[in-house]
């Protein structure tokens, strides 16, 4: 059974930095993509950052120089390394992979950015 479990989340200031990991369970996970998505209040999921199994990453453009995705292998853990954040960063953030056809997703991780 497939199990992506986000971590590290609360509330930072303007400014601040938040480490959020997503440690998975029942996956190959060396050979699978992972991805890091946010949904604020009252808006759609959108795509934040990605790491390909060979360590490629890609990011919003909104976070771009701002955010790091890495991966451990050797822990089944994904980070999302957050810097400079600001007050529309505010948004749960969830983990997601792609195995085949079905997609799965953390409960996700409340990240909130006081202004």
């Known amino acids: 059974q497939v199990q992506l479990v986000e971590s590290g989340g609360g509330l930072v200031q303007t400014g601040g930095s938040l480490r959020l990991s997503c440690a998975s369970s029942?996956?190959?996970?060396?050979?699978?993509?992972i991805h890091w998505y946010r949904q604020a209040p009252g808006k759609q999921r959108e795509l934040v950052a990605a790491?390909?199994?060979?360590?490629?990453?890609n990011y919003a453009d909104s976070v771009k120089g701002r955010f790091i995705i890495s991966r451990e292998n050797a822990k089944n853990t994904v980070y999302l390394q957050m810097n400079s954040m600001k007050p529309e960063d505010t948004a749960v953030y969830y983990c997601?992979?792609?195995?085949?056809?079905?997609?799965?997703w953390g409960q996700g991780t409340q990240v909130t950015v006081s202004s």
């Open positions: 029942g996956i190959m996970f060396s050979i699978n993509n």
């Open positions: 790491i390909t199994s060979g360590g490629i990453t």
């Open positions: 997601n992979v792609d195995i085949g056809s079905r997609s799965y």
